[in-house]
T-cell receptor, first 111, second 112 residues
Framework: SQTIHQWPATLVQPVGSPLSLECTVE??????LYWYRQAAGRGLQLLFY??????ISSEVPQNLSASRPQDRQFILSSKKLLLSDSGFYLC??????????FGQGTRLTVV | DQQVKQNSPSLSVQEGRISILNCDYT??????FLWYKKYPAEGPTFLIS?????DKNEDGRFTVFLNKSAKHLSLHIVPSQPGDSAVYFC???????????FGKGTRLHILP
């Protein structure tokens, strides 16, 4: 069966520090991978979408970037965090069924 | 530009009654629609989906209705139970292999 791992669960980082959140998927190959952010009053905002290794679509211009170095690995990064980057970050994968399956999320607080 | 809209931020329903959550979309290319349930500090979990070739899909207490001409879908939960209290997200994609766009969610409170 397929599983998705996302870590860390919580993170407190100072403004200006770098960020790296990692997500891995097991039990499937060539999944579509997503990074979403849930901020207060804004629902689930799609940040990045990837259909394959090295193929990243940025949906929202901002202080973040994403990379997919391996088929089932998706990384969310920032060189310098802003206060506005605080939120709940969710990694997800989907296949040709069209359904997305989510990780447990990372609560990021930038202080 | 919000392509998937959930205009009710919250909804309160008596236990045992029907909960109806609504969703509108603007992109006529969307042909696959999903509903997710989310508890605090957890990832959303898939509830039910519907393809644009159908107008209704039922799974236990959950039924999703799709009105393509109105670009509107709704999720019916009957009977509502205390464990149904959560945030419900409507989502859509242009085809099953395309990116999935979510709405802002509706917080459902089931009252005892």
């Amino acid at each position: 069966s397929q599983t998705i791992h996302q870590w860390p669960a919580t993170l407190v980082q100072p403004v200006g520090s770098p960020l790296s959140l990692e997500c891995t998927v097991e039990g499937t190959s060539n999944p579509n991978l997503y990074w979403y952010r849930q901020a207060a009053g804004r629902g689930l905002q799609l940040l990045f979408y990837s259909v394959g290794i090295g193929q990243i679509s940025s949906e929202v211009p901002q202080n973040l970037s994403a990379s997919r170095p391996q088929d089932r690995q998706f990384i969310l990064s920032s060189k310098k965090l802003l206060l506005s980057d605080s939120g709940f970050y969710l990694c997800a994968w989907s296949s040709q069924t069209g359904k997305a399956f989510f990780g447990q999320g990372t609560r990021l607080t930038v202080v | 530009d919000q392509q998937v809209k959930q205009n009710s931020p919250s909804l309160s329903v008596q236990e045992g009654r029907i909960s109806i959550l609504n969703c509108d979309y603007t992109n006529s290319m969307f042909d696959y629609f999903l509903w997710y349930k989310k508890y605090p500090a957890e990832g959303p979990t898939f509830l039910i989906s519907i393809s644009s070739i159908k107008d209704k899909n039922e799974d236990g207490r959950f039924t999703v209705f799709l009105n393509k001409s109105a670009k509107h879908l709704s999720l019916h939960i009957v009977p509502s139970q205390p464990g149904d209290s959560a945030v419900y997200f409507c989502a859509a994609s242009a085809h099953r292999d395309d990116k999935i766009i979510f709405g802002k969610g509706t917080r459902l409170h089931i009252l005892p």
